[in-house]
T-cell receptor, first 110, second 112 residues
Framework: SQQGEEDPQALSIQEGENATMNCSYKTSINNLQWYRQNSGRGLVHLILIRSNEREKHSGRLRVTLDTSKKSSSLLITASRAADTASYFC??????????FGPGTRLSVLP | DAMVIQNPRYQVTQFGKPVTLSCSQTLNHNVMYWYQQKSSQAPKLLFHYYDKDFNNEADTPDNFQSRRPNTSFCFLDIRSPGLGDAAMYLCATSRDNGEPQHFGDGTRLSIL
């Protein structure tokens, strides 16, 4: 299985702190995506990073990809209570569909 | 705003009674997906359509079927729901395979 595995499973931080979540996968990928899911809602796409990219930024989000280690990280800087959600990585192998990892539950305390 | 809409948000059905969940999109995307998500778990892909081409995941039970009568609509049919089918069902679309997916807010299915 090429399923991504997020680490940690749960993370609790104070508002203003940075949050880092990691994702590991098993096989070569075409791209890796991060999604956010608020409780009881659908997933929202955050960022896509392709296999030939090492880092991408979007606002307070920074994603890195290390294909040699088959891992990615999502950094949320200056976190806010509104960032409280579950975060999933999804990996896609060539010609296949996405497989979502089990997710990291982030709680940002005011 | 272009979006993915799922109806209803909450669906209750009886054990063994067929149920249909619906999804519509205004994004004009080629690909539509159905996922099953159980509490505190990752979404699990059931099947997807690329235009009219249906792609079933190998481990999707035969109890689950889907229809896509046109670009905008896609339906999930559960022929004989069991207690284990209680879950959130998420519909998503993407412009092409591998592109970012746009999700609806899901239908939470309860089985009595």
């Amino acid at each position: 299985s090429q399923q991504g595995e997020e680490d940690p499973q749960a993370l609790s931080i104070q508002e203003g702190e940075n949050a880092t979540m990691n994702c590991s996968y098993k096989t070569s990928i075409n791209n890796l995506q991060w999604y956010r899911q608020n409780s009881g809602r659908g997933l929202v796409h955050l960022i896509l990073i392709r296999s030939n990219e090492r880092e991408k930024h979007s606002g307070r989000l920074r994603v890195t990809l290390d294909t040699s280690k088959k891992s990615s990280s999502l950094l949320i800087t200056a976190s806010r209570a509104a960032d409280t959600a579950s975060y999933f990585c999804a990996t896609r192998n060539y010609g296949q569909n996405f497989v979502f990892g089990p997710g990291t539950r982030l709680s940002v305390l005011p | 705003d272009a979006m993915v809409i799922q109806n209803p948000r909450y669906q209750v059905t009886q054990f063994g009674k067929p149920v249909t969940l619906s999804c519509s999109q205004t994004l004009n995307h080629n690909v539509m997906y159905w996922y099953q998500q159980k509490s505190s778990q990752a979404p699990k892909l059931l099947f997807h359509y690329y235009d009219k081409d249906f792609n079933n995941e190998a481990d999707t039970p035969d109890n689950f079927q889907s229809r896509r009568p046109n670009t905008s609509f896609c339906f999930l049919d559960i022929r004989s729901p069991g207690l284990g089918d209680a879950a959130m069902y998420l519909c998503a679309t993407s412009r092409d395979n591998g592109e970012p997916q746009h999700f609806g807010d899901g239908t939470r299915l309860s089985i009595l």
